[in-house]
Structure formats: C-alpha cells, structure tokens
C-alpha cells in the first residue's frame, strides 16, 4: 500500500532550526512535495524535490534521498509566523499526490 | 504565483439543502482542478478531479451523485453538495497544477457547516 509517516506536532524556538522528517511509501515515484498550511487556510507549495540531494530556497531547505524513501524539510532563523502545519506529499506513478496528515509545528518565543 | 480563488469562504446551510462552491483560475487556464475535503486535524482527502469538458474522475469511496463537480470552461469548475446532511460539513478545497505536476496552487478553501 502507500503510505507517508511524518510526526503529528513538534515544537521550537524562535530563531532556531527544526527538521520535520517524512517517511513515504509509494507505487512509483515522481517527486516528494512539502506544503505549508495555517490553521484555517488552504495550504500553499513550498517545495519539490526529485532527485537525491538538498534543495535551499531561502529559510527552508527540503532534502530527499530516494533509496531510503526519506526526505526532510529544514526550516532555519524560525519565525512566529512559521507556526503551521507542513503536509509532506508523494507522487505516485499515476502522478497522483499521497499526502502525509501534516506536522503541526509550533512555535515559542 | 497562479491565483486560484474559491467561493463562497464560508456556508452555513440546513440539511438536505445543496450547496455550490466555485473554483476558478484567475491567471491561467487549468484543464485539470482537484477537489479535497478535509477534517479537523486531518490530511487532505482527494475527491475527485475535474477535468474541462468531460466527466470527473472520482476516488473511490466518494458518491459522485452527491458530489457533483461541473468543470464547464478552463477556468471554473464547480462542486455542488446535494441533500447536504451534517456529516458533510468539512474544508472542502480546490487546486490546480500549473507546469511541474504536483505544484498544486490552492483556492482558499470553503468551509461547509450543515445544520
């Protein structure tokens, strides 16, 4: 079956660092998405990652590594406003997204 | 980014009644919407997609009489909720993929409440 694992709520702190990992299981693989989405709110794309490695846009870095099935986000200088869910998503072969239920990251001063 | 806008935000409706929720691309043509509906503190759940001009796909599990979707320009597709019933109430949300699949824009979302 398909299926992405990621942590139901972390918490941290202003100006640090927090890597949100995601475990995923899919018939085929053509990409492994991260979504942030506030509470209330439709979510918005924040990154795509295909190929093995790290992509940095900015704050947020996502990380995939395909023999392990495994990726990661890296949000760093965490901000108030990064208090959200982030919904790790894995596209199938049909091209179809598998979403994880979303990590609740929460943020303290 | 694609702009993808979704009315009504809000609907507060009595049981058995029908509901309309509008999805429309505001700067680009979208062939293919999705629909999603999702609970509380839950992932998003795919409904079904709608594709321009012809009949949606459902997922499975999802009562395409009751959830009728109507994707009649490249521009706007509708989802209308028959005989609403309180179960029904839920954050139903539209997207469109513009260049890479996958990089969904989403509409705000419409919250269903049935009384």
């Known amino acids: 079956g398909q299926n992405i694992d990621q942590p139901t709520e972390m918490t941290a702190t202003e100006g640090a660092i927090v890597q949100i990992n995601c475990t995923y299981q899919?018939?085929?693989?053509?990409?492994l998405f991260w979504y942030q989405q506030h509470a209330g709110e439709a979510p918005t794309f924040l990154s795509y990652?295909?190929l093995d490695g790290l992509e940095e846009k900015g704050r947020f870095s996502s990380f995939l590594s395909r023999s392990k099935g495994y990726s990661y986000l890296l949000l760093k200088e965490l901000q108030m406003k990064d208090s959200a869910s982030y919904l790790c998503?894995?596209?199938?072969?049909?091209?179809?997204?598998?979403w994880g239920a979303g990590t609740k990251l929460i943020i303290k001063p | 980014g694609a702009v993808v806008s979704q009315h009504p935000s809000w609907v507060i409706c009595k049981s058995g009644t029908s509901v309309k929720i509008e999805c429309r691309s505001l700067d680009f043509q979208a062939t293919t919407m999705f629909w999603y509906r999702q609970f509380p503190k839950q992932s998003l759940m795919l409904m079904a997609t709608s594709n321009e001009g012809s009949k949606a796909t459902y997922e499975q599990g999802v009562e395409k009489d009751k959830f009728l979707i109507n994707h009649a320009s490249l521009t706007l597709s509708t989802l209308t909720v028959t005989s609403a019933h309180p179960e029904d109430s839920s954050f139903y949300i539209c997207s469109a993929s513009v260049g890479e699949p996958g990089e969904l824009f989403f509409g705000e979302g419409s919250r269903l409440t049935v009384l």
């Open positions: 990652n295909v």
């Open positions: 899919t018939s085929g693989f053509n990409g």
């Open positions: 998503a894995g596209m199938d072969s049909n091209y179809q997204l598998i």
